[in-house]
């Protein structure tokens, strides 16, 4: 074991990657497993909110992108099963996991769609901050879950350029079509600053995380990064953030900002937020539905090992 821990602390010291057949501790193959699982439900969740869009598209090209959208997330959700089970989990029990309530997913997605400018401010919102959190994934120590999220981060930059166009194409509409990008805009900002997680001090994954070079930067430093990020492109957009806090420091060199709610993240993530009983039923529905085509598949195989 004295030696498993050297190989292994040996292979992080060095910035390299550690394999699926590497040893490792079991407490860093549970963090991975446990990332993973939530990153690979996130990613299926999120299918749910910005979907109930795809037949009431607008028009034939946003249905187009918003149905390629849609099953990028798919995709993403099936790299990211296949990494988890490269530690030995089993996709069958995390799912189980996910519709029994026992394993989370991204707080973000529990939050209603109510216009087609919610699929505008997602993309730019919601799609620019899982690329700030997800780009230092890329080095993330755990090989397997490194290569899949280059891809992913690479089909998120398309994601957030499809909604930042849907957006600016609004803005130079009508009135109304102002109005409904500023109220998705308002509706959404504060979760998808939650999205990056509780603050450093509230933190308890975080130091060991980054000791063992999963995480690159911490919680607080990734929202920061989006505040910055985002600030100049709404001003391009010709919309107003939600916080009367908001202002750049010329001192520190970074936007100043409020303080979101995290009495309401802690809801929405122990299972009391508003969308999250529809997101497991769904989830579970379509589970179930899905029961004739695993059932099919499993004794195609036995027929072919026979
Ligand atoms: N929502 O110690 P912490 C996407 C949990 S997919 C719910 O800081 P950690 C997209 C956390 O899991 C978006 N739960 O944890 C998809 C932990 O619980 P446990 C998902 C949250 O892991 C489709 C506890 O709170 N992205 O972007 O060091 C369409 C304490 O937190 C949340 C990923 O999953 C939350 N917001 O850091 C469009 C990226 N925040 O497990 C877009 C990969 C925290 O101890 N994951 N929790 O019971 C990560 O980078 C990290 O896991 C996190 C949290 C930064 C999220």
Same mark, same amino acid.
Not at 107 to 117: K, M, Q
């Given at each position: 074991m004295g030696d498993v821990m050297l190989d292994f602390e040996d292979t992080i010291a060095r910035d390299q990657r550690i394999e699926p057949r590497d040893p490792m501790p079991e407490a860093y193959r549970k963090t991975m497993i446990r990332q993973i699982a939530q990153h690979a439900h996130s990613e299926i969740i999120g299918m749910q909110p910005e979907g109930e869009w795809i037949t009431r598209a607008p028009t034939l090209r946003r249905k187009a992108i918003l149905l390629a959208k849609v099953q990028d997330e798919a995709g993403h959700g099936l790299y990211l099963y296949s990494a988890a089970e490269t530690?030995?989990?089993d996709r069958g029990d995390l799912t189980t996991r996910l519709i029994e309530g026992r394993q989370k997913y991204s707080? =973000?997605?529990?939050?209603?769609?109510?216009?087609?400018?919610d699929v505008g401010v997602i993309g730019w919102l919601v799609d620019g901050a899982a690329i700030c959190n997800q780009v230092p994934l890329?080095?993330?120590?755990?090989g397997p879950y490194g290569r899949a999220m280059i891809r992913i981060c690479k089909e998120e930059s398309f994601h957030q350029r499809q909604g930042y166009e849907l957006l600016m194409t609004m803005m130079r509409g009508t009135d109304v079509q102002r109005e409904m990008v500023q109220d998705a805009v308002n509706r959404w900002w504060w979760p998808s600053l939650m999205?990056?997680?509780?603050?450093d001090g509230d933190s308890p994954n975080t130091a060991q995380s980054m000791a063992w070079k =999963?995480?690159?930067?911490?919680n607080d430093e990734l929202r920061q990064r989006f505040v910055d990020m985002s600030v100049p492109q709404a001003v391009s957009l010709g919309v107003?953030?939600?916080?009367?806090?908001l202002r750049w420091n010329e001192e520190r060199g970074h936007h100043d900002f409020g303080t979101p709610d995290w009495d309401e993240l802690k809801r929405v993530i122990s299972?009391?937020?508003?969308?999250n009983a529809a997101r497991i039923t769904r989830r579970r529905q379509a589970h179930e539905d899905g029961a004739w085509v695993r059932a099919a598949a499993a004794a195609h195989a036995r027929k072919k090992a026979s």
């Open positions: 530690l030995g989990a707080s =973000i997605f529990n939050y209603p769609t109510l216009t087609f400018a890329c080095r993330s120590s755990y999205m990056f997680g509780p603050p =999963i995480k690159r930067h911490t107003t953030l939600p916080d009367p806090a299972g009391d937020g508003p969308m």
